[in-house]
């Protein structure tokens, strides 16, 4: 048996994973898939991929073409959610920020440099014609720290997905003020290059289970009530969140990449673009 490490966030767009790990159908294949879960994002998996502390991740696309345009030698294998990240940007309950203009001089906590929280921050910024340059950041490291500091005053806002924050919202401890959507797809699957060159067929396999576990998620019988349950949502959030969300079995798309990669270098975030062929492997 071999063993695979894959990191992700604890978020309810892992369940797939989860599933297949306790049905088995890893295993059943004769391979080891370790989940280690990142609740400080995609800045920390990036960290252990370079680290080789993992050999997968399920990562933010935005985070992860970022990090292999800054020397990351890691791989896109294909995407795993297409569609948009919904980012709700919070203030703490009795912050008296009003709306999202008004944070154009304010202190953004993100989950660490190099997150989805830092890269949507400058893309936010650069969409509303703040001055990049003046962003201010605090770091916060998971969402338990992001509490902390909008309670505090340390920092004045957060960006985070809006359904794994909604419960904060709804206990009164944030006020969202909106949603700020990824003009890109949410999440890929990555790998080490080093490692993939070496278990080609057992990441085929890791691949070809999950896909077909993403194929027919939405169609398990009672999947929101599971959902809701096992990440402590409300029901009727859980059920918006399914109608908004795609799972994808394909490679991301050479326009994508040209999209992001572009996108990243005119908010400064790297100092070159690369080729797009270097971003990702077909198996």
Not at 97 to 126: D, P, W
């Amino acid at each position: 048996m071999i063993k695979i490490r894959i990191g992700g966030v604890p978020e309810h767009f892992n369940l797939p994973w989860h599933l297949a790990i306790e049905d088995g159908m890893f295993a059943h294949h004769g391979i080891d898939l370790e989940w280690i879960m990142f609740p400080e994002g995609t800045g920390a998996m990036n960290k252990a991929l370079r680290n080789k502390e993992i050999d997968l991740a399920v990562i933010l696309t935005g985070g992860i073409i970022k990090d292999i345009a800054n020397g990351n030698p890691s791989k896109i294998l294909q995407v795993y959610v297409s569609s948009p990240l919904q980012w709700g940007v919070h203030v703490a309950a009795n912050s008296d920020f009003k709306s999202i203009e008004e944070l154009e001089n304010a202190t953004c906590a993100i989950s660490r440099y190099g997150s989805g929280s830092h890269v949507m921050a400058h893309v936010q910024a650069e969409q509303r014609g703040w001055d990049t340059s003046k962003l201010k950041f605090n770091v916060i490291n998971t969402l338990e720290g992001a509490i902390e500091a909008l309670t505090e005053g340390t920092a004045d806002y957060f960006m985070w997905e809006h359904f794994t924050t909604k419960p904060v919202v709804d206990k009164g401890i944030f006020r969202r003020l909106g949603d700020f959507p990824t003009p890109w797809s949410c999440f890929v699957i990555a790998g080490r290059e080093d490692f993939i060159e070496a278990h080609k067929a057992s990441i085929e396999i890791v691949l070809d289970v999950i896909n077909t576990v993403t194929a027919d998620f939405k169609k398990i019988p009672s999947i929101d009530r599971t959902l809701a349950n096992r990440y402590e949502q409300q029901l009727e959030d859980i059920q918006q969140w399914l109608s908004m969300t795609t799972w994808s079995q394909n490679q991301i798309t050479n326009e994508e990449l040209s999209r992001v990669q572009s996108k990243i270098f005119d908010l400064k975030m790297i100092e070159n673009q690369i080729d797009i062929n270097k971003f990702k492997i077909n198996l």
